[in-house]
């Protein structure tokens, strides 16, 4: 008689092991620090803001708030969004050469 209770089966991955290897492919280090720069960039610029303005502060705050807000979507524009490359397809077809082919 074999013992299997002690023995794992490798071929078979139980379902929350693979919602985490899901997760992780989109929770990545990169993503966890855009997440946090929005956080404390936009909320936080807003929450420092608000304080400000209830302590009689409500200039200062309005520069915190523009300087936080602009500097974080600066942020992400250059190290997040900028190295994207966004373009069409590689093939360029004009109309010229769709006529051509006839």
């Given at each position: 008689?074999s013992d299997t209770?002690?023995?794992?089966d490798d071929t078979?991955?139980?379902?929350?092991?693979?919602?985490?290897?899901?997760?992780?492919?989109?929770?990545?280090?990169?993503?966890?620090?855009?997440?946090?720069?929005?956080?404390?960039?936009?909320?936080?610029?807003?929450?420092?803001?608000?304080?400000?303005?209830?302590?009689?502060?409500?200039?200062?705050?309005?520069?915190?708030?523009?300087?936080?807000?602009?500097?974080?979507?600066?942020?992400?524009?250059?190290?997040?969004?900028?190295?994207?490359?966004?373009?069409?397809?590689?093939g360029e077809l004009?109309?010229?050469?769709?006529?051509?082919?006839?």
């Amino acid at each position: 008689m074999s013992d299997t209770s002690g023995g794992t089966d490798d071929t078979n991955t139980s379902p929350s092991s693979r919602e985490a290897d899901e997760t992780s492919s989109w929770l990545t280090r990169d993503a966890l620090a855009l997440a946090a720069v929005l956080l404390v960039g936009i909320a936080g610029t807003g929450v420092v803001r608000r304080q400000l303005g209830l302590l009689g502060y409500n200039n200062l705050g309005r520069v915190v708030f523009v300087v936080g807000y602009g500097g974080t979507i600066l942020l992400v524009w250059f190290v997040w969004l900028r190295p994207l490359e966004i373009s069409g397809p590689s093939g360029e077809l004009s109309y010229t050469d769709e006529t051509d082919e006839e």
